[in-house]
């Protein structure tokens, strides 16, 4: 189980390293540079490849072997880092742009190989709570690294140098895969699956087919769409209002791409620790929503004060803190409904059911995070909140009805032990 823990955390991890580039090193850069709310909402579309990875998933599960898969999309994250290293941003800004597309695009393939081989791999309720602890908190602790760690590298060595050492961090993990034990029965399995079930790589109403009729699809895809929209709005603008009003980029780089991250690693990890001795609880669920709206009416309070003091800008970390906490507990709950609804799916198209779902909860994210900006523009920061507050209520009503009466209910009942 310790291998396949290291196994998935560490590709995770490499995976979280684009997110937490354009999530927190991008932002505070253009904001910094004077762009407006709205056009730094609209580099949310550098995601897109996320979006359009549920169209090569069937690839993805048909052709080659995971491992392949892995070893070939890590080792081109390094080539494009080492393409990023030789770019200056402020005179190759369309090349900076290319890059961080094409990198996002390497690791959505990445996500399908990984996530593919963390349902083979992962059995049992136990190692499902903690392989989506790895999962979870291997992302983000790459997106910590990116965002927040690398806002020093850049400060003391340059762009280059920043990219350069990524290069080299890719290139490892390329090696560690090759080498991994873990994968050499997912060899032989994917090969014989993918002679087994070719035919419906050339058919993919087939494929659709299969992946709506896996029992609990359609509630999931409905609540993977919607959990994160007002917490993701806020999560979004709430640290460029403080850029605006109360921080400095250096300030906000540590306390909310480092500190806050944190706390959001350590919910996820007492998610997984939770998962890990019980099934999904459907009252945990309830009141960690309603936590969340919550932590979301204190955080519309701090909007009002516009001075800056030492006790505001204490105020403001504790919010972005129990913001993020929460916010990582939702998530590790959350991958681990998706992870129990694949593995119904037949195991020729787990990687593909899996990696639909992946799709539309980006999508859910993205799409909102792409808008707040230009919302928050449109009417105030006041009231765009007051919008994103009413959005996490109205998830947390609908996660709390499937709990008791809904869906879900029905969902958790059927937990594997």
């Given amino acids: 189980m310790n291998d396949k823990l290291v196994f998935l955390g560490l590709l995770y991890f490499v995976q979280g390293i684009p997110y937490g580039l354009q999530s927190s090193l991008l932002p505070v850069y253009l904001r910094g540079a004077g762009h407006s709310l709205t056009r730094i909402g609209l580099t949310k579309v550098l995601y897109f490849p996320w979006v359009l990875k549920v169209l090569w998933a069937p690839l993805v599960d048909r052709v080659g072997t995971k491992r392949r898969w892995l070893v070939g999309t890590v080792s081109g994250l390094a080539l494009t880092c080492l393409s990023s290293a030789a770019l200056a941003p402020e005179a190759h800004i369309w090349g900076v742009v290319g890059t961080l597309l094409a990198m996002n695009a390497l690791a959505s393939v990445q996500d399908i190989a990984v996530d593919g081989a963390a349902v083979g791999l992962l059995k049992g309720r136990s190692e499902l709570g903690l392989g989506n602890t790895a999962q979870v908190v291997g992302y983000k602790a790459g997106s910590v690294f990116a965002g927040g760690g690398l806002l020093a590298v850049i400060d003391v060595a340059g762009w280059g140098w920043m990219f350069m050492l990524l290069a080299c961090v890719y290139c490892g993990v390329a090696l560690f895969v090759w080498g991994a034990p873990v994968l050499d029965d997912d060899c032989v399995k994917s090969q014989a699956e993918g002679r087994k079930g070719g035919g419906d790589a050339v058919h993919p109403w087939r494929v659709w087919r299969k992946l709506m009729a896996v029992p609990g699809t359609p509630w999931t895809v409905l609540y993977v769409l919607t959990y994160k929209l007002g917490e993701q709005g806020a999560v979004t603008m709430f640290p460029l209002f403080l850029l605006d009003h109360h921080m400095t980029a250096r300030e906000l780089g540590f306390w909310n791409g480092v500190v806050a991250m ?42 009002a004060i516009l001075e800056p003091s030492p006790l505001m800008k204490a105020m403001a970390v504790l919010s972005l803190s129990v913001q993020h906490f929460l916010g990582g507990l939702i998530t590790t709950l959350t991958f681990t409904t998706m992870m129990h609804c694949t593995q119904r799916a037949e195991e020729s198209v787990q990687a593909t059911h899996y990696s639909f779902l992946a799709t539309l909860e980006v999508l859910g994210k993205l799409m909102f995070s792409a808008l707040a900006g230009g919302v928050v523009d449109w009417v105030g920061y006041h009231s765009a909140f007051l919008f994103f507050l009413v959005l996490s209520a109205g998830t947390a009503l609908h996660v709390w009805r499937a709990t008791e009466t809904g869906a879900l209910r029905e969902h958790l009942k059927e937990q594997p032990q």
């Fill in 262 to 303: 944190g706390f959001s690693i350590l919910g996820s990890s007492l998610g997984g620790l939770l998962l890990a001795q019980y099934t999904i609880p459907g009252s945990l669920m309830r009141r960690v929503f309603v936590m969340r709206t919550a932590s979301m009416l204190f955080q519309i309070s701090l909007l």
